[in-house]
């Protein structure tokens, strides 16, 4: 079995500030991690994804990731905040590779 | 242009009243899967299809069917549709799954469904 559990539904950031989107997994296997962004009235897009090697990930847009498995997390950064990151983010597991699990999604506005 | 597409991208519906949702990609993809977006609960997946002619349970399958006859489709099937399926539904492919690697999924634009 495996699960996701994004902290905070709604996280609002000033424009140049640090982004911080939360993820915490399980998974009886070991996992692959992914955070998918989605824009609005689009579908989802792949930011980043770690299946194995180097524990922190970077992605498009700016974005990377750090898997810490004594931490059970996959926590999504990004240095400096641009309007246009305004989404919601979506943290998943697959433990077999199979199958996609998705933490409920974390809303990100951009303050200007 | 390599894209999944869905069809409609709207839909409002009655109780009761057949419906199939379309899926298409041309990237000659294996794997598809349906999902189901609701608030607060992220997206969970309803069928996958691992080659043609091949299908399986996801998390939430109870009132849909699916079937895979080519590699480009995997139509989403209500048979009788009730209000608590009014959700956004979410077709993607990748190129092939396996325990050795991971392909990303694509997603479709989604379909928005009403059942009154």
């Known amino acids: 079995a495996q699960s996701v559990t994004q902290l905070g539904s709604h996280v609002s950031v000033s424009e140049g500030a640090l982004v911080l989107l939360r993820c915490n997994y399980s998974s009886s296997v070991p996992p692959y991690l992914f955070w998918y962004v989605q824009y609005p009235n689009q579908g989802l897009q792949l930011l980043l994804k770690y299946t194995t090697g180097a524990t922190l990930v970077k992605g498009i847009n700016g974005f990377e990731a750090e898997f810490k498995k004594s931490e059970t997390s996959f926590h999504l950064t990004k240095p400096s905040a641009h309007m246009s990151d305004a989404a919601e983010y979506f943290c998943a597991v697959s433990g077999s590779a199979r199958q996609l699990t998705f933490g409920s999604g974390t809303q990100l506005t951009v303050l200007p | 242009e390599a894209q999944v597409t869905q069809n409609p991208r709207y839909l409002i519906t009655v109780t009761g009243k057949k419906l199939t949702v379309t899926c298409s990609q041309n990237?000659?993809?294996?794997?598809m899967s349906w999902y189901r977006q609701d608030p607060g609960l992220g997206l969970r997946q309803i069928y996958y299809s691992m080659n043609v002619e091949v299908t399986d349970k996801g998390d939430v399958p109870e009132g849909y069917k699916v079937s895979r006859k080519e590699k480009r489709n995997f139509p989403l099937i209500l048979e009788s549709p009730s209000p608590n399926q009014t959700s956004l539904y979410f077709c993607a492919s990748s190129k092939d799954v396996s325990l050795s690697s991971y392909n990303e999924q694509f997603f479709g634009p989604g379909t928005r469904l009403t059942v009154l």
């Open positions: 990237m000659n993809h294996e794997y």
